[in-house]
């Protein structure tokens, strides 16, 4: 009688144990999954922002439209963690300032050249924010840019005002918009 008692609390104790770590996995998994749908997102309306902040290089002073963009933010706020909402946000104070910098006359290409540096960087650290969120195991640092650096000679065309070679310029078919945005595909 005692064994079978026994038998039986044990394997209730399993029962409810499975039942409680499948739960705590499942749970697990839809953050993740939501966590990176959001980040997703995110790096989607990013760069539509970036695309129509780019025209600047052009001497255009495109008016952007912030709302969906707000809304994915807040999305973000919701659902990921910490660093990723810190590093989301940082990167939405950096587009305010690049878009406040082109409306104050700053534009074409050389300024536009100077405005995407720290846009870049606060994406590259949001990038870096999102892997450590999905996964501990990604905290080394990736290339977030595909394009040659600014200097690069290949990047470099004759000035077409002058059409001196030692005057150069940056060539616009290296410079249209986000160059390798990555998508997060874990």
Known sequence: MV?????????????????????RTGDRQWTRQTQLAASRR????????????????????????????????????????????????????TLWRVDWAIHGGQAGQEAWLELRRPVENARAALVHAVRLQTSPRLRDSVRTLGRPVDEAPCGRTRSPDTG????????????RGPIAIMRLAL
């Open 3 to 23: 064994s079978a008692l026994l038998s039986s609390g044990f394997a209730l104790i399993g029962v409810l144990l499975g039942a409680g770590l499948t739960a």
């Open 42 to 93: 995110l790096m989607d309306e990013f760069a539509l922002i970036y695309d129509t902040m780019a025209l600047s290089r052009r001497g255009e002073t495109p008016d952007l439209a912030w709302a969906s963009w707000n809304q994915v933010l807040t999305e973000v706020s919701f659902v990921c963690t910490k660093p990723v909402v810190d590093a989301a946000y940082a990167l939405d104070e």
């Open 164 to 175: 001196d070679p030692d005057q150069l310029r940056l060539a616009p078919e290296h410079d």
